[in-house]
């Protein structure tokens, strides 16, 4: 009878551990997250504080901030594919093809690039762009000057949408291109 007693403890107690997910499992459902426009799913996958680099640029965020930040990036119409996963020295590495409208004003649609990924106690904490190797920056630069430079003359109303990362920033970003794009057509 103890020795029942024990191996149903045991059981109960082996079913009750969860198997946490692999750092490929909790990348894809990261990327998941962003193809099913679904916070919760990316907030299941993402440290208290996660760190994202991009270039000269390193923000911190909170989960609640990144929140705004997927918001902000939702207004884009962004379509993100994991096309690889690799494990490089213990680093984990993702290969990802986006398309948005963004881009495709910016004449960089889709776009690849490599980013490292880091995890503190099986979760994301931080995100650090590597390459975008089909990115011409160049071109990148010259569509957001003529933007903006295009919009304080013509849409002052929309001045500053460029360093807006709010969501209503997202909205003024998309709306100053739809009326960049539509300005020979009136």
Known sequence: MKHILVFLIFVLVASCTEKQPTESEQLKAYYN???NANYESIRNVIADSLTTVYG???TTFTP?????????????????E??????IDDQIMATVTM????????????MTCQYQF????GKISRIEELDCNDANWKVWKQEVDTLVDWVKI??????G?????????????????ELYENRDLK
Do not use: C
């Open 33 to 35: 997250g962003y193809k």
């Open 56 to 58: 000269d640029y390193t």
């Open 64 to 80: 609640e901030h990144y929140y705004e930040q997927f918001k902000w990036d939702s207004i884009f119409e962004p379509v993100y």
């Open 82 to 87: 994991l096309v690889a996963i690799d494990e």
């Open 99 to 110: 398309r948005s409208l963004k881009l495709e004003f910016l004449k960089n649609n889709p």
């Open 118 to 121: 880091q995890f503190t106690s």
């Open 154 to 159: 013509n849409h002052p109303e929309l001045d």
């Open 161 to 177: 949408f460029i360093h807006d990362l709010s969501m209503q920033g997202a909205i003024d970003y998309v709306k100053a291109i």
